[in-house]
């Protein structure tokens, strides 16, 4: 399979903490990129790191990626509830260059 | 408002029913995709269409037929579906194909009984 996986699968914490979610893959990829689906939504993009980027930021998302370990994590600060969501690694290890999609972590941010 | 709007949002049908599941978008892109969502399953692509012309079909069964008239529109008919086939059906569109993000609709809601 070259599908990513994305540990934990569900993650819980308060308000206020930081969330770390971690994807490992296995083929070489150009870019991975992280996406955020709310309950009965679509998913909505959130970031896009390239293969000879090793950190990104945007906001209180910090990514990494590690390709010798094909792997990479997500870093949520001072989470919300509104942070509360699944969350998607995919990579362009597809043909084409189409999307792979791991099966996501869910996160739970209680107020 | 992502830019990516799919009708319905629900959907109830018997197996022997047939019925088209809808998507546009607003974004000027020209790469489409219909992906399907399972409960504890990765997102699975099945359709792909970038200028129109259709790219992949991840094997998925003859009883899904997507059809894309222009760079805006895509559809996904279907014809005796199996109850297996319940899931939510998302489409998505990138400036072309190839490792973009990609901009999803949210969803059709597939419930076959």
């Known amino acids: 399979s070259q599908q990513g996986e994305e540990d934990p699968q569900a993650l819980s914490i308060q308000e206020g903490e930081n969330a770390t979610m971690n994807c490992s893959y296995k083929t070489s990829i150009n870019n991975l990129q992280w996406y955020r689906q709310n309950s009965g939504r679509g998913l909505v993009h959130l970031i896009l790191i390239r293969s000879n980027e090793r950190e990104k930021h945007s906001g209180r998302l910090r990514v990494t990626l590690d390709t010798s370990k094909k792997s990479s994590s997500l870093l949520i600060t001072a989470s919300r509830a509104a942070d509360t969501a699944s969350y998607f690694c995919?990579?362009?290890?597809?043909?084409?260059?189409?999307?792979?999609f791991g099966k996501g972590t869910k996160l739970s941010v209680k107020p | 408002e992502t830019g990516v709007t799919q009708t319905p949002r629900h959907l109830v049908m018997g197996m022997t029913n047939k019925k088209s599941l809808k998507c546009e978008q607003h974004l000027g892109h020209n790469a489409m995709y219909w992906y399907k969502q399972s409960a504890k399953k990765p997102l699975e692509l099945m359709f792909v269409?970038?200028?129109?012309?259709?790219?992949e079909n991840n094997s998925v069964p003859s009883r899904f037929s997507p059809e894309c008239p222009n760079s805006s529109h895509l559809f996904l008919h279907l014809h005796t579906l199996q109850p297996e086939d319940s899931a939510l059906y998302l489409c998505?569109?990138?400036?072309?194909?190839?490792?973009?993000?990609?901009?999803f609709g949210d969803g059709t809601r597939l419930s076959i009984l």
């Open positions: 998505a569109s990138s400036q072309v194909q190839g490792g973009q993000p990609q901009h």
């Open positions: 995919a990579t362009d290890g597809g043909s084409q260059g189409n999307l792979i």
């Open positions: 269409y970038n200028f129109k012309e259709q790219t």
